[in-house]
């Protein structure tokens, strides 16, 4: 054995310990596999199916319902692919015991929570909002004649980000919570079609919950991303602050949690 | 290594209870440095708990630990800069190959140069023979390979405490072999900690020995001491002539302790207790030479370890805290 003198130590400290490779393996196990064409398939697929059937399959076409139906896909659908593949991120790791192998080599365990959220937040950037995101546009701005304006297009995938980060950061807290992945994917899903009847209930929270993100309430202009798609102003900034301050808490629980966790 | 070395690692009183079940109790251990340390004890005993312990991956609920004079809880990524590691059951990534498992691996301990790293990477999937599948998905592998990647993996930073949880217990016996014949040539460059039930391994590989049983510990000691029978020992005499005279002879030596005798092919073969084995080596033999007896056989009584494993484990006469 001739000692590690031939090495560069690694230097991180404290939470950052570990992070640099344990998110160049998050980023590889969504770049270097099949994940990420698998997913830029899918989205590309229903985004470019559903507006090509409004566009070229009805004579009576209105650009402005295919913008809001392009919105409601591109923020619902992904955020119910958002959760399946994040409830794997923690409990199935736990599950399969890999993350106690991980966390038996100098990795801290914030850098663990965080590697996956910065690594499936990119992927999911990039495959579900992103690459469907440029087929909409391309195909939006065909149908209308002329492109879409990017001051209104692109906050509003700013918006629809948003929204499936919300899921993303509440998978991955409910995966430190719980150690089965019933209670995982049921919560977060039940969490996502309930919100409907909660607002229902109480108007108020509308404010502070991520459904008018993307999908109206009543009528058109109670959803944030496709106003914004419409060039009409926003019913109000207040969700998008609140789904923030939600997506902040979320994983500062996660941390917290994980912290604590037996292996 | 002097005398003054600090141990690698120390518990003092350390306890883990899991929900009202108490898994570790008021575990005191020394582990001195470059010895190969065995730690036996049936299913349930608390080995996986205590490396667990010096791992940081639980808590102990009393009680504290050190290693490499770290805290176990303070000082746990630090500890774990310097340790290997193989689970007793070891799981990686699925979709990764060997090569790519040993490169994540050796990643949380060398930044680069990349080509040291690939160079350790080969050592180590050559040590464990698995150059020929190293680029194949884990997924593949069987459970002996699996079982070999975890020892390159463990070693892949050249640890300096390398802890081992049932090293053995999946492979075949070459295999088996293969991981004491490494463990052996460790012993130069590093400690090695590991919990087996394969009473043989240890016998064949550990100078030190702990035996724990239900979470406590009920025998430790270098292996020669355990298997001589503790701190006394045990002396096997084969003699004729005037063998009660000579008895009387012996038995009125402040040391012995207890001789029973018995007939073994027309001699008496006695077993002579002793409390201090160094005067018995000094003089016993000399008492009965100089005697009215010709004594045919004269050796210390050695234990096979299961014996001492199977007495301290019901409570018998090894057990020292």
Known sequence: MSGNSAF????ERGWRRG????LRSEFAAWWKTRQWWIQCLIWGAVIGFMLGAMIFGSPDFDPEEAIFVYAIFAGMFPAVAVVIIMQDAIVGERQQGTAAWVLSKPASRPAFILSKLAANSVGVLATMVVFP???????????????LALTRFLPALGVIFLNHLFYL??????????????????LSLGFLFMQQYLVGLLPILKFVLPWTLVIPLNNQNDAIAPALLTGQPPYSLIPIAAVAVEILVFVWIALIRFEREEF | MTEASPPVVETRGLTKTYKGVQALQDLN???????????????????????????GLIRPTAGTASVFGLDIIGASVDIRARVGYLPQEPHFYEHMTARQTLDFAARFFFQGPRKAIDERVEEMLTLVDLEKKADRP????SGGERQRLGIAQAQVNYPDLLILDEPAASLDPIGRRDVLEVMSRLRK???????THILDDVQRVSDTVVILNRGRLVAQGPIEELLAGGEGGVYLVHLRGDTEAARRQVQAL????RITSGEHAGEMAWQVSVSDPRAAEDQLLKLLVNGPVVVTEFRRKLYELEDIFLQVVEGGPHVRQ
């Open chain 2, 254 to 257: 402040p040391w012995v302790t």
């Open chain 1, 133 to 147: 995101g440029v087929i909409a546009y391309a195909m939006l701005s065909y149908a209308d004649g002329a492109p």
């Open chain 1, 8 to 11: 560069v130590m690694v230097t």
């Open chain 2, 29 to 55: 251990l020394v582990v001195q440095r470059n010895s190969i340390f065995g730690f036996l004890g049936p299913n349930g005993a608390g080995k996986t708990t205590t490396i667990k312990l010096l791992l």
């Open chain 2, 138 to 141: 884990i997924r593949s592998f």
């Open chain 1, 169 to 186: 950061a509440l998978t991955l807290m409910l995966g430190t919570l719980f150690r089965g992945r019933g209670p995982v994917i049921g």
């Open chain 1, 19 to 22: 992070l640099g490779n344990l």
């Open chain 2, 189 to 195: 460059h590093t400690t090695v900690f590991y919990s």
